[in-house]
């Protein structure tokens, strides 16, 4: 078992930066793939970025691409996401989540979650 808690959101104003990390522990071994998911009140949960556990290869969908950047610290088991230039619609409950094969990029290939952290953007 992998688990995964996520920290550092918060309620910021439109413009802001803001990191998120997410600490893995347990069988870290056995990750291929870490990815970011966010779910916004009345909407399904998407994924926005990922990174390979050993290349540090990432993706990032259009919606945050240019603002958000994902990256790694091996030694430290933790994943970041940097996140600039928020906007409102950046609101959601972010989640990390681990893979363990090499498919990344649906939700139903991450074999585990971290409980999510509330990022409130205000206008």
């Known amino acids: 078992q992998v688990q995964l808690v996520e920290s550092g959101g918060r309620l910021v104003q439109a413009g802001a930066s803001l990191r998120l990390a997410c600490v893995a522990s347990?069988?870290?071994?056995?990750?291929?793939?870490m990815g970011w998911f966010r779910q916004a009140p009345g909407k399904e949960r998407e994924l926005i970025a990922a990174?390979?556990?050993?290349?540090?290869?990432?993706y990032y969908a259009d919606s945050v691409k240019g603002r958000f950047t994902i990256s790694r610290d091996n030694a430290k088991n933790t994943v970041y996401l940097q996140m600039n230039n928020l906007k409102p619609e950046d609101t959601a409950v972010y989640y990390c989540?681990?893979?363990?094969?090499?498919?990344?990029?649906?939700?139903?290939?991450?074999?585990?979650w971290g409980q999510g952290t509330q990022v409130t953007v205000s206008s």
């Open positions: 347990g069988r870290t071994f056995s990750i291929s793939r």
């Open positions: 989540a681990a893979a363990r094969g090499t498919l990344y990029l649906s939700i139903n290939q991450y074999d585990y």
């Open positions: 990174i390979t556990w050993s290349a540090g290869t990432t």
